[in-house]
């Protein structure tokens, strides 16, 4: 027979490494076979369930005078290293099943009593044969008696056989105590036994009572006969006292019989009294509901026909009309003294027919005839009186305004400037502002007719006030006025007259927007309450201190009809797209003399058109209410016609640089040049706020113009083309310096032009310094040319390259050099119109001259090392010198 796994301390060894860290020792280590199974049914291997090699580990650890049991599951790693994978405590163990399935009998079950899902099926342990089965079940079972104190329960085995086959299979042994690794075991050398049982299941005097029980048994099977005898007689006996008995007791069978068929009889006269009870209490039930149903519907009645009549008088209280309201309706005055009665007359109708609607009248009464009439009579009655107030307030403003037009005292006059005033005008419509809102209330559609005419009237008084607001102060300003020719190309005779002060142009604009954008837009504010419209208020605009009492001119001093105060800051779009159709008539046509005023100061002073564009764009950022939104259309408009004026004036100023083009050849500093300088410094005299990203794009546009004109005049004649360059930056330059230092976009013109200029330079002193040693530099260029495919000991052998034309070279062009530099000088001087450059011109022509003349030297004394030539350090204190 092969040798356990029990035995093998190898596998131990193992386990006992697979657990390390846990201080538990292992007891007993062996190789089973694991699959899968329900209790009581044969596991049944298919896909995925075949059986895996595990091994089963019993460990214990002694914790506080505590042993505690622990059955270990390891499994074999990819590297076939025993690793744990699962862990069960035996405190747990409550089962432990012998599948019968397995003829074998070699494949059990344990069942756990903490496994939180009890429907996964349990895993099932398949033992080699029924020796390691046995050893490992005794082993768990004398664990658990004497570590735990209880035995499991157990399933398809018997005790006593596994007790006999302990006993066959346990050696005799020397016995000692081994205290510290737990309870007291019988301990025997692992090389003499086979098996290790730590205690008998069973004890000698339980085992010879249940042999002795079952000789009882067995005695009696074995003799048949005898046995079958012995049967026959005691059921013969047991019968024969069966009927005895029954005999005995049949007379007091008959007197319970007796006595059940008397309280039967009882019980069915008491049956047929509570029959006869129960009807008669059923009809009095029946009789008792009745009354009471007649009773409730009684009262329900005569609740119902006094709800009615409270009803009924509320309603035709609700339809009497009053004859003082209906006189006043429909043929009273509207003068200034009935008002009181006519709104109290307004909000009796008004409150009326809300009263014959839903849901404040029931949806039942809406059918009655004489609800239905009445609405009908109410309908009429606002009709008529809609009618007759739309007609009086139309014609009411007309008049109104009628009357302010042919008195001339309202408008501004010769040699006077007059305010518009417009408060006797707001008053007097205020007192028609609460019957406007009736009207609304009764019928929208009413308003439009009376905005249209409140917009006609007040749009003829608005553009008469503004024309001759306009006019007299056009006539009152006195300004000199400015030719727009600042970069032509002429004399400077008319620099002089671009000195004039034209501040007077600019206040005059101001003026006319400080008096009118607020007028403007305390009208929109007043129209859109008194009309009726549901917009946010006007913040004042950036207006002077004067009008800063004025914020709460357009409160009209009236409650909303429907109390609702709050609403009027959450409109609909549709109301705020009426209200701008509605201001667009009351305001159009007043642009025209605001234009006048732009085109009248542009023609004075175009360079007027910045400080007037800083001033409107202070007016738009002020404008932030959705009742000012046409005045904001307006200021735009402004904005575009100035912006319109200003590009028209760059656009001929541009024209008047791109003219010098044309003129004959030029030389010096072009006229446009200085007279730019004068025009930006002016320019930014006049900038006021948002006005700046104007003048930067007017500046770009100049700038542009000017450079590429200068490019182009310069290339007329390339003889004198760099010398035009770089007097023309340098001058720019010098005029703009100070402009520069603190504008942005001028400081970027400005670096491009000392670019510009630098590179000028370079090539002009180039030019000056080849003209009188040109065979020199050209011999120092061969010789860089061939540096570059031979090598400098092969060059002094080449044509034209060898020491005595190096000679040759040297002594025509610096024998007398201090005469071709002073002609260099002289050179450099006879083109040059600005005398202020020469000097910085001189100096960069020697540094570049010795720059070149360095680069000669150094050529030499590497090619022809033993030829000797002037000195850098000579040709420094030479130039220095002159």
Same mark, same amino acid.
């Given at each position: 027979?092969?040798?356990?796994?029990?035995?093998?301390?190898?596998?131990?060894?193992?386990?006992?490494?697979?657990?390390?860290?846990?201080?538990?020792?292992?007891?007993?280590?062996? =190789?089973?076979?694991?699959? =899968?199974?329900?209790?009581?049914?044969?596991?049944?291997?298919?896909?995925?369930?075949?059986?895996?090699?595990?091994?089963?580990?019993?460990?214990?650890?002694?914790?506080?005078?505590?042993?505690?049991?622990?059955?270990?599951?390891?499994?074999?790693?990819?590297?076939?290293?025993?690793?744990?994978?699962?862990?069960?405590?035996?405190?747990?163990?409550?089962?432990?099943?012998?599948?019968?399935?397995?003829?074998?009998?070699?494949?059990?079950?344990?069942?756990?009593?903490?496994?939180?899902?009890?429907?996964?099926?349990?895993?099932?342990?398949?033992?080699?044969?029924?020796?390691?089965?046995?050893?490992?079940?005794? %082993?768990?079972?004398?664990?658990?008696?004497?570590?735990?104190?209880?035995?499991?329960?157990?399933?398809?085995?018997?005790?006593?056989?596994?007790?006999?086959?302990?006993?066959?299979?346990?050696?005799?042994?020397?016995?000692?105590?081994?205290?510290?690794?737990?309870?007291?075991?019988?301990?025997?050398?692992?090389? /003499?036994?086979?098996?290790?049982?730590?205690?008998? &299941?069973?004890?000698?005097?339980?085992?010879?009572?249940?042999?002795?029980? &079952?000789?009882?048994?067995?005695?009696?099977?074995?003799?048949?006969?005898?046995?079958?005898?012995?049967?026959?007689?005691?059921?013969?006996?047991?019968?024969?006292?069966?009927?005895?008995?029954?005999?005995?007791?049949?007379?007091?069978?008959?007197?319970?019989?007796?006595?059940?068929?008397? *309280?039967?009889?009882?019980?069915?006269?008491?049956?047929?009294?509570?029959?006869?009870?129960?009807?008669?209490?059923?009809?009095?039930?029946?009789?008792?509901?009745?009354?009471?149903?007649?009773?409730?519907?009684?009262?329900?009645?005569?609740?119902?026909?006094?709800?009615?009549?409270?009803?009924?008088?509320?309603?035709?209280?609700?339809?009497?009309?009053?004859?003082?309201?209906?006189?006043?309706?429909?043929?009273?005055?509207?003068?200034?003294?009935?008002?009181?009665?006519?709104?109290?007359?307004?909000?009796?109708?008004?409150?009326?027919?809300?009263?014959?609607?839903?849901?404040?009248?029931?949806?039942?009464?809406?059918?009655?005839?004489?609800?239905?009439?009445?609405?009908?009579?109410? +309908?009429?009655?606002?009709?008529?009186?809609?009618?007759?107030?739309?007609?009086?307030?139309?014609?009411?403003?007309?008049?109104?305004?009628? @009357?302010?037009?042919?008195?001339?005292?309202?408008?501004?006059?010769?040699?006077?400037?007059?305010?518009?005033?417009?408060?006797?005008?707001? @008053?007097?419509?205020?007192?028609?502002?609460?019957?406007?809102?009736?009207?609304?209330?009764?019928?929208?559609?009413?308003?439009?007719?009376?905005?249209?005419?409140?917009?006609?009237?007040?749009?003829?008084?608005?553009?008469?006030?503004?024309?001759? @607001?306009?006019?007299?102060?056009?006539?009152?300003?006195?300004?000199?006025?400015?030719?727009?020719?600042?970069?032509?190309?002429?004399?400077?005779?008319?620099?002089?007259?671009?000195?004039?002060?034209?501040?007077?142009?600019?206040?005059?604009?101001?003026?006319?927007?400080?008096?009118?954008?607020?007028?403007?837009?305390?009208?929109?504010?007043?129209?859109?309450?008194?009309?009726?419209?549901?917009?946010?208020?006007?913040?004042?605009?950036?207006?002077?201190?004067?009008?800063?009492?004025?914020?709460?001119?357009?409160?009209?001093?009236?409650?909303?009809?429907?109390?609702?105060?709050?609403?009027?800051?959450?409109?609909?779009?549709?109301?705020?797209? *009426?209200?701008?159709?509605?201001?667009?008539?009351?305001?159009?046509?007043?642009?025209?003399?605001?234009?006048?005023?732009?085109?009248?100061?542009?023609?004075? +002073?175009?360079?007027?058109?910045?400080?007037?564009?800083?001033?409107?764009?202070?007016?738009?950022?002020?404008?932030?209410?959705?009742?000012?939104? $046409?005045?904001?259309?307006?200021?735009?408009?402004?904005?575009?016609?100035?912006?319109?004026?200003?590009?028209? @004036?760059?656009?001929?100023?541009?024209?008047?640089?791109?003219?010098?083009?044309?003129?004959?050849?030029?030389?010096?500093?072009?006229?446009?040049?200085?007279?730019?300088?004068?025009?930006?410094?002016?320019?930014?005299?006049?900038?006021?706020?948002?006005?700046?990203?104007?003048?930067?794009?007017? %500046?770009?546009?100049?700038?542009?113009?000017?450079?590429?004109?200068?490019?182009?005049?310069?290339?007329?004649?390339?003889?004198?083309?760099?010398?035009?360059?770089?007097?023309?930056?340098?001058?720019?330059?010098?005029?703009?310096?100070?402009?520069?230092?603190?504008?942005?976009?001028?400081?970027?013109?400005?670096?491009?032009?000392?670019?510009? $200029?630098?590179?000028?330079?370079?090539?002009?002193?180039?030019?000056?310094?080849?003209?009188?040693?040109?065979?020199?530099?050209?011999?120092?260029?061969?010789?860089?040319?061939?540096?570059?495919?031979?090598?400098?000991?092969?060059?002094?052998?080449?044509?034209?390259?060898?020491?005595?034309? &190096?000679?040759?070279?040297?002594?025509?062009?610096?024998?007398?050099?201090?005469?071709?530099?002073?002609?260099?000088?002289?050179?450099?001087?006879?083109?040059?119109?600005?005398?202020?450059?020469?000097?910085?011109?001189?100096?960069?022509?020697?540094?570049?001259?010795?720059?070149? $003349?360095?680069?000669?030297?150094?050529?030499?004394?590497?090619?022809?090392?033993?030829?000797?030539?002037?000195?850098?350090?000579?040709?420094? /204190?030479?130039?220095?010198?002159?």
């Amino acid at each position: 027979m092969a040798k356990s796994s029990a035995d093998d301390l190898e596998l131990r060894r193992a386990c006992e490494a697979a657990i390390e860290g846990t201080d538990q020792k292992v007891g007993l280590s062996i =190789r089973v076979a694991k699959s =899968r199974g329900v209790w009581g049914k044969a596991g049944k291997i298919g896909k995925g369930q075949m059986a895996k090699p595990r091994v089963l580990a019993i460990s214990t650890k002694e914790k506080a005078q505590e042993i505690k049991a622990f059955l270990h599951v390891l499994k074999y790693s990819n590297g076939g290293v025993l690793e744990p994978a699962k862990l069960y405590k035996l405190k747990h163990l409550s089962k432990v099943e012998v599948l019968t399935n397995d003829p074998s009998g070699c494949t059990f079950m344990l069942g756990f009593d903490n496994l939180r899902s009890q429907s996964v099926a349990p895993p099932q342990w398949t033992m080699r044969n029924i020796d390691d089965r046995n050893r490992l079940l005794l %082993y768990i079972l004398n664990m658990c008696k004497d570590v735990l104190g209880r035995l499991p329960k157990v399933v398809g085995i018997d005790v006593v056989e596994m007790a006999l086959w302990a006993k066959e299979n346990t050696p005799v042994a020397p016995k000692k105590k081994n205290i510290e690794d737990g309870p007291t075991t019988d301990v025997v050398a692992e090389s /003499d036994m086979k098996v290790t049982v730590e205690k008998e &299941l069973v004890s000698q005097a339980e085992e010879e009572d249940m042999e002795a029980l &079952l000789g009882v048994y067995v005695m009696g099977i074995g003799e048949a006969e005898a046995f079958s005898e012995r049967l026959k007689r005691e059921l013969h006996a047991l019968e024969a006292a069966n009927v005895h008995a029954i005999l005995e007791s049949e007379p007091l069978v008959d007197e319970v019989l007796q006595g059940l068929e008397a *309280a039967t009889i009882c019980v069915d006269d008491m049956d047929e009294w509570l029959g006869i009870f129960n009807v008669k209490l059923r009809h009095m039930r029946e009789d008792i509901e009745s009354i009471e149903t007649r009773n409730n519907q009684l009262e329900m009645q005569s609740v119902n026909n006094k709800a009615l009549i409270e009803e009924l008088d509320k309603l035709l209280e609700r339809l009497r009309i009053p004859s003082e309201y209906a006189a006043c309706l429909t043929g009273g005055s509207f003068d200034e003294a009935r008002m009181l009665q006519n709104i109290e007359a307004c909000e009796w109708l008004t409150g009326a027919l809300h009263g014959l609607e839903p849901p404040t009248l029931d949806p039942t009464f809406a059918n009655i005839r004489a609800v239905r009439e009445k609405k009908t009579e109410l +309908d009429k009655l606002k009709t008529t009186f809609v009618r007759r107030a739309s007609e009086f307030l139309r014609n009411y403003f007309a008049s109104l305004v009628d @009357f302010m037009i042919s008195d001339k005292s309202y408008f501004s006059q010769r040699g006077q400037l007059k305010r518009p005033d417009h408060a006797d005008l707001r @008053f007097k419509c205020r007192t028609y502002a609460r019957l406007l809102q009736h009207l609304k209330s009764l019928d929208k559609n009413c308003l439009g007719p009376l905005r249209k005419a409140y917009c006609s009237s007040l749009n003829l008084l608005l553009r008469r006030e503004a024309r001759e @607001f306009a006019n007299e102060l056009r006539a009152s300003t006195k300004a000199s006025r400015n030719p727009t020719v600042w970069l032509e190309g002429s004399t400077g005779s008319n620099q002089n007259v671009n000195n004039a002060d034209t501040s007077t142009v600019s206040e005059a604009y101001a003026k006319m927007l400080t008096i009118f954008i607020p007028l403007l837009v305390d009208e929109s504010s007043f129209f859109s309450h008194f009309m009726c419209f549901g917009v946010s208020a006007l913040g004042q605009p950036g207006s002077p201190p004067e009008n800063g009492d004025k914020s709460n001119e357009d409160d009209l001093g009236i409650l909303d009809i429907d109390d609702n105060d709050t609403a009027t800051t959450n409109k609909s779009i549709s109301e705020l797209g *009426a209200l701008n159709e509605s201001l667009r008539d009351l305001l159009d046509g007043i642009q025209e003399d605001f234009y006048a005023v732009v085109d009248w100061a542009y023609k004075i +002073d175009p360079l007027r058109c910045i400080s007037m564009h800083g001033i409107t764009e202070r007016y738009i950022s002020g404008q932030k209410a959705d009742a000012a939104g $046409y005045v904001r259309l307006l200021l735009d408009a402004l904005e575009e016609r100035i912006t319109a004026q200003f590009t028209r @004036f760059v656009d001929e100023a541009c024209h008047q640089i791109e003219r010098n083009e044309r003129n004959v050849r030029q030389m010096g500093v072009l006229s446009y040049i200085p007279r730019f300088a004068t025009l930006a410094t002016r320019m930014e005299q006049y900038i006021q706020g948002q006005s700046r990203d104007l003048v930067d794009q007017a %500046y770009i546009k100049f700038i542009g113009v000017m450079f590429a004109t200068l490019d182009k005049i310069a290339q007329t004649d390339p003889k004198y083309a760099d010398i035009i360059l770089l007097e023309n930056y340098a001058a720019f330059q010098n005029s703009l310096y100070d402009l520069a230092n603190v504008v942005p976009t001028l400081a970027k013109f400005y670096h491009q032009a000392s670019e510009s $200029y630098e590179q000028a330079c370079t090539r002009h002193i180039s030019v000056i310094i080849y003209y009188q040693f040109e065979r020199l530099f050209q011999f120092a260029r061969r010789i860089e040319d061939l540096m570059y495919t031979i090598t400098p000991e092969e060059i002094p052998f080449q044509l034209g390259l060898s020491k005595m034309d &190096l000679r040759k070279v040297v002594k025509s062009s610096l024998s007398g050099v201090d005469k071709h530099i002073g002609a260099m000088y002289k050179k450099l001087q006879k083109n040059l119109t600005s005398e202020e450059l020469l000097p910085s011109l001189w100096d960069k022509c020697k540094k570049e001259f010795l720059d070149k $003349y360095d680069s000669f030297a150094q050529l030499v004394a590497k090619i022809y090392p033993s030829e000797t030539i002037p000195s850098v350090t000579e040709m420094r /204190d030479l130039l220095a010198t002159m």
